[in-house]
């Protein structure tokens, strides 16, 4: 592999470029599994750490309780999150957690609670003043 030239020698990135793709490609053919495979793809987008820099802010439903986190984590990382379950919805929940992604149940769950977070004044759907 031919050395950088100056002037993009002086900058560090540069040097270790190399060295992050070869790990890239080492961890990505880690996994014969698509799950996997698309999960690092996804999760290696510059925007998906995005919500990392969400201010916590309760008024405005920003704040994710323990639980959330957990679960972002786990799926971000490949986790098992739960044990597999028969879901009431009549399909099988891996323990990967990922069923509620696309569970018809999970997304009336969610819905009812972003009506109730808008109707109580979060997600600054309503400014709210305080004094
Ligand atoms: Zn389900």
């Given at each position: 592999?031919?050395?950088?030239?100056?002037?993009?020698?002086?900058?560090?990135?540069?040097?270790?470029?190399?060295?992050?793709?070869?790990?890239?490609?080492?961890?990505?053919?880690s996994?014969?599994?698509?799950?996997?495979?698309?999960?690092?793809?996804?999760?290696?987008?510059?925007?998906?750490?995005?919500?990392?820099?969400?201010?916590?802010?309760?008024?405005?439903?920003?704040?994710?309780?323990?639980?959330?986190?957990?679960?972002?984590?786990?799926?971000?990382?490949?986790?098992?999150?739960?044990t597999p379950?028969?879901?009431?919805?009549?399909?099988?929940a891996?323990?990967?957690?990922?069923?509620?992604?696309?569970?018809?149940?999970?997304?009336?769950?969610r819905?009812?609670?972003?009506?109730?977070?808008?109707?109580?004044?979060?997600?600054?759907?309503?400014?709210?003043?305080?004094?």
């Amino acid at each position: 592999m031919p050395l950088p030239a100056f002037p993009a020698s002086a900058k560090q990135a540069v040097w270790d470029a190399p060295a992050i793709t070869a790990d890239k490609t080492l961890v990505s053919s880690s996994y014969s599994d698509s799950y996997h495979q698309v999960r690092l793809s996804a999760v290696s987008t510059p925007q998906s750490s995005d919500w990392l820099h969400a201010l916590p802010i309760s008024a405005c439903s920003l704040r994710l309780d323990n639980e959330t986190v957990r679960v972002a984590v786990g799926l971000r990382l490949g986790v098992d999150l739960c044990t597999p379950h028969d879901c009431p919805s009549g399909k099988m929940a891996d323990a990967r957690g990922s069923h509620g992604l696309s569970c018809c149940l999970a997304f009336v769950r969610r819905l009812a609670i972003t009506k109730s977070t808008i109707s109580s004044g979060g997600l600054c759907a309503r400014p709210t003043f305080h004094p």
